[in-house]
């Protein structure tokens, strides 16, 4: 049980822009490997997959590092499952912004809204000029 819920507050505390991204960036690399294998079939297989896997790395260092570093992903969510809305009390999923490009919360006391309060003050948050 204890190790479910440390499971899922890992997951929350990811940024599932960079991490939905990511994942699609390893599909990206199934391509590449059967076309080098396709190309490369009459020698070893083993030859045919370091060769894919030096072209795939010539492209994704790139792809990875715009991934990890650019300031058009930065924007970073944290959200419970339930918590108690710190705007209106209602006990729901709770979604906090932790960190844009021109804001940063990573070390304030959380303070989680459910999603109506959050998207209030998400466009709150617009107006005062946060890009998120
Ligand atoms: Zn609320």
Redesign the pocket.
């Known amino acids: 049980m204890t190790q479910k819920v440390l499971f899922s507050e890992m997951i929350m505390k990811i940024n599932l822009k960079q991490y939905g991204l990511y994942l699609l960036r390893w599909q990206l690399s199934t391509p590449i490997l059967a076309i080098v294998l396709i190309w490369l079939g009459s020698t070893s297989k083993l030859f045919a997959t370091v060769v894919a896997n030096v072209i795939g790395g010539l492209f994704f260092f790139w792809i990875d590092r715009f991934i990890f570093t650019s300031p058009a992903l930065q924007a970073h969510w944290e959200i419970q499952d339930t918590v108690l ?6 006990s ?1 999923r709770g979604y906090r912004l932790v960190k844009t490009k021109n804001y940063d919360k990573t070390r304030a006391i959380p303070k989680f ?6 998207e209030k003050k998400t466009q709150q948050l617009r107006q005062m000029g946060v890009l998120v």
Do not use: L
Not at 113 to 118: G, I, K, L, Q, Y
């Open positions: 809305c710190c705007d209106c009390g209602v729901a809204r459910c999603e109506v309060c959050s």
